[in-house]
Structure formats: structure tokens, C-alpha cells
């Protein structure tokens, strides 16, 4: 059974975040209810780690700009401006990078919201992109790269990319199963 869901950003300040690096700068910034990374810095952790769960994020990405959600610190769901681009990998937007490409294109142009909906229930993962299914049912083979460890914990937290580019979400919400 779901639990209730849980604000993981409140909008008003970084209150349940850390840096990933606490020594180094970082350009993240909250204004109008959003989460901003204004330039290349750092990624941005949950303090609470989180087992099975149900995830919402809402994200802008601008043009020619590069992130990613971190399920569990460990598993990339690449955000990218991509819409019209191929890759010779799994990096298109929505995919579980240098993993598997998207079932579906169902990403928005660059400059325009978009909503990500992810499931994942030990090592499976199903994300709907825009309301699109765009991964069903996948089993995750492990770290996808950048990750914060090499191993496969049953917790771990959400860490946003900040090191590649201008990125901005809003509307962070976890449900855990």
C-alpha cells in the first residue's frame, strides 16, 4: 500500500537538501516556488533516503542544456534537450542513461515544462514523460554513471544533476510503496 505523498521541496528554501559536495560553490537558488541551477555546479541530494516509492517532478530544461534525476543517488533518468536530436546511446530525454533508450518520444521542446512520473519497485522501473509511458517495467542492470556508489542499495536518495548545465524543477513530490 502507498503512503502519503511527500513534498521533498517546499518551494521556499532548500530545507531536505544537501550538496553533494559541501566544500565546493554551488549556483542552485529558490525564487517563485522553483528549484534553479543557474550554471554548471554541483547535484543537489535528498537528506531522507527512500526505498520503493513513486516519484513526481516537474523540470524546464533549456536549450542545449543537460541533467538528470538520480533514483535512489544511483539510477539516471536523463533530462536533456533532445527533441528532434538522436543519439548513438541511451541519452535522449526520459532515458535511463547509457541504459535504455525511451519506448516513445514524449518530450517537449526546450524552454517548456515537463512532467516526469517514475515507479520503481526494486530494481524495476516504469516513468511516464508528458503523460506518455516511456519506460514499462524495466529491470535496472545497476549504476548508470555519475551515481554517488557502485552498488545496488534497497534505499538511497533523489539527487539532481547540477554539474552539466541550467536546469529548473518544481513541484518535487515522493510517494513511497
Same mark, same amino acid.
Request: net charge negative; aromatic share 8%; charged share 25%.
Given at each position: 500500500?502507498? !503512503?502519503?505523498?511527500?513534498? #521533498?521541496?517546499? =518551494?521556499? @528554501?532548500?530545507?531536505?537538501? *544537501?550538496?553533494?559536495?559541501?566544500?565546493?560553490? &554551488?549556483?542552485?537558488?529558490?525564487?517563485? !516556488?522553483?528549484?534553479?541551477? #543557474?550554471?554548471? =555546479?554541483? @547535484?543537489?541530494?535528498?537528506? *531522507?533516503?527512500?526505498?520503493?516509492?513513486?516519484? &513526481?517532478?516537474?523540470?524546464?530544461?533549456?536549450?542545449?542544456?543537460?541533467?538528470?534525476?538520480?533514483?535512489?543517488?544511483?539510477?539516471?533518468?536523463?533530462?536533456?534537450?533532445?527533441?528532434?536530436?538522436?543519439?548513438?546511446?541511451?541519452?535522449?530525454?526520459?532515458?535511463?542513461?547509457?541504459?535504455?533508450?525511451?519506448?516513445?518520444?514524449?518530450?517537449?521542446?526546450?524552454?517548456?515544462?515537463?512532467?516526469?512520473?517514475?515507479?520503481?519497485?526494486?530494481?524495476?522501473?516504469?516513468?511516464?514523460?508528458?503523460?506518455?509511458?516511456?519506460?514499462?517495467?524495466?529491470?535496472?542492470?545497476?549504476?548508470?554513471?555519475?551515481?554517488?556508489?557502485?552498488?545496488?542499495?534497497?534505499?538511497?536518495?533523489?539527487?539532481?544533476?547540477?554539474?552539466?548545465?541550467?536546469?529548473?524543477?518544481?513541484?518535487?513530490?515522493?510517494?513511497?510503496?
Amino acid at each position: 500500500m502507498a !503512503g502519503e505523498w511527500i513534498e #521533498l521541496f517546499n =518551494g521556499e @528554501d532548500l530545507t531536505g537538501w *544537501r550538496m553533494r559536495h559541501s566544500d565546493r560553490d &554551488h549556483t542552485w537558488s529558490v525564487h517563485d !516556488g522553483i528549484l534553479d541551477n #543557474l550554471n554548471q =555546479g554541483i @547535484d543537489i541530494i535528498t537528506e *531522507r533516503v527512500f526505498g520503493d516509492f513513486e516519484l &513526481h517532478i516537474e523540470y524546464l530544461v533549456p536549450e542545449d542544456s543537460n541533467s538528470g534525476i538520480y533514483l535512489r543517488g544511483r539510477y539516471e533518468l536523463q533530462i536533456i534537450d533532445s527533441l528532434g536530436k538522436t543519439y548513438s546511446y541511451p541519452a535522449e530525454n526520459g532515458a535511463l542513461y547509457n541504459q535504455k533508450c525511451v519506448d516513445v518520444e514524449a518530450s517537449k521542446p526546450a524552454g517548456e515544462w515537463q512532467t516526469l512520473e517514475a515507479k520503481l519497485k526494486g530494481m524495476v522501473l516504469t516513468v511516464f514523460l508528458n503523460g506518455a509511458k516511456i519506460h514499462d517495467n524495466v529491470t535496472i542492470e545497476g549504476p548508470t554513471g555519475g551515481h554517488l556508489a557502485d552498488d545496488n542499495p534497497p534505499e538511497g536518495p533523489i539527487m539532481l544533476q547540477g554539474d552539466h548545465g541550467p536546469v529548473q524543477f518544481r513541484n518535487i513530490r515522493l510517494r513511497e510503496l
